[in-house]
């Protein structure tokens, strides 16, 4: 079962992936060339169907080496179904509605309870026997139940990103509440430094302060999120939740930002970190990838949102997970596929190429690069993280980032954010059928 998992561009898919790229800008499915390998006796003959996004292109699942060992060993076929980027989810909404469904789906766990209805279109995997192993099953899951696949439990990390060297040259310490925080925003600003990047023209990244500390406000409440999806409680229930948006905006208003919050994209932030001009920013590890790739050397690290003491780490639905929905035509085929990959050989191959954090128990997690294992051991290893909030949306958030937009052009309090988004959560949830609304 060897494969070779690594990550290849666009223009190096050929063989297995040698797909019509005009027909997916159109919507219509693209398949894998056959191989050409006749029927193994005892074998299944099947072919499935794994849909992913384009922008997807690097996933592992789709290794070609990986999806011809696969079919050797147990004579299923998979064609591939690229779906254009910016239609990934009509197009899959459509497939679900009208029975032509998949027989994987590759999207992620967030998008997918919100965009693709997850508990009524997609089966639950809690007995399948890899579950047994996981060592984080909450990465995959939702509703009390697993619901996708992954081999890696790093499914992305928020919190506050950070240059370690600024902190350390100033001899600061990691904030534990948020006192502390403005502490340090003070005498990073007095060094000439702008404290905390905010690139909210991009409205999704005013979120991920409230996503981590809104679950961290109602941590000792296991049944907030579903009281909250059943009409039994209100988000304006929660005075903390006013006061972390208070939080955010108060680090805005105490001069420890760029000033053109509104004015300022995401896309600026890793030529911000290069150029050693700002110290912090709330976003996830990805940021710190992307950093490290134009330069190795520049040390940051992660910290969880300081929004109070002894808070845990944002662990971010985000990722490619694999799904099997319920109408699939090759249901047993789709979980040979998925038992295939979390077999001890292949999953161990797949960590070691890719870097992950394993999420099997008998599946050695590779060394890491510095930053990902200070996460590992200060907050994944000790069980200091707890799922954001956006893995418990059914509905679409932009109303929110739209009204903490809002708070920053100074149209909006903290209370009317959070009034304004509580009116707009309860009719978005009417809207969608959503029993008790």
Not at 10 to 19: P, R
Not at 41 to 57: D, H, N, V, W, Y
């Amino acid at each position: 079962m060897s494969f070779n998992t690594k990550r290849w561009p666009a223009l190096l898919l050929s063989g297995l992936l040698s797909i019509s790229l005009a027909a997916c800008g159109s919507g219509s499915e693209s398949s894998s060339s056959d191989s050409g390998s006749s029927e193994t006796p005892g074998k299944s003959s099947a072919t499935i169907e794994l849909a992913i996004s384009k922008s997807s292109q690097d996933s592992p699942f789709i290794d070609e080496s990986l999806l011809k060992d696969f079919e050797q060993e147990t004579g299923i076929k998979v064609n591939l179904q690229l779906l254009p980027a910016e239609q990934t989810a009509t197009v899959l909404q459509t497939k679900l509605a009208v029975n032509e469904t998949p027989d994987l789906v590759q999207y992620n766990l967030a998008s997918a309870t919100t965009d693709l209805n997850l508990e009524r279109n997609f089966e639950i995997l809690d007995d399948e026997a890899w579950v047994s192993r996981l060592q984080n099953k909450e990465v995959l899951s939702a509703y009390g139940h697993v619901y996708s696949f992954h081999v890696s439990q790093d499914t992305g990390m928020q919190g506050v990103v950070y240059n370690k060297d600024m902190f350390s040259d100033l001899g600061l310490e990691i904030p534990e509440t948020f006192e502390e925080f403005l502490a340090v925003c003070e005498k990073i600003k007095a060094s000439g430094v702008t404290p905390v990047f905010m690139p909210y023209k991009d409205n999704w990244a005013a979120n991920i302060w409230p996503a981590a500390a809104f679950a961290n406000a109602v941590a000792d409440d296991p049944n907030f999120f579903d009281d909250l999806n059943a009409n039994k409680k209100k988000w304006t229930d929660v005075p903390e939740f006013v006061t972390i948006l208070e939080q955010q905006y108060e680090i805005f208003k105490q001069g420890y930002t760029n000033p053109d919050v509104l004015s300022d994209s995401y896309d600026m932030a890793v030529g911000k970190f290069l150029n050693k001009e700002v110290a912090m920013m709330f976003m996830g590890d990805w940021l710190i990838e992307n950093v490290a790739e134009k330069d190795p050397d520049m040390k940051l690290g992660l910290f969880a949102i300081p929004s109070g003491e002894g808070a845990k780490l944002g662990a971010s639905p985000l990722g490619g997970q694999l799904f099997i929905p319920k109408k699939a035509k090759h249901i047993e085929e789709a979980k040979q596929f998925l038992d295939y990959i979390a077999s001890k050989e292949v999953a161990q191959k797949m960590v070691d190429e890719r870097g992950y954090v394993s999420n099997f128990n008998d599946v050695t997690t590779p060394e890491l690069p510095a930053y990902k294992q200070e996460i590992v051991d200060q907050y994944i290893t000790p069980k200091k993280t707890l799922l954001t909030t956006d893995a418990y949306m059914l509905v679409d958030r932009s109303e929110l980032y739209r009204a903490l937009q809002d708070q920053f052009a100074g149209s909006k309090t903290s209370e009317q954010v959070l009034q304004d988004w509580n009116d707009k959560f309860i009719q978005l949830m009417k809207d969608k059928g959503i029993e008790g609304f």
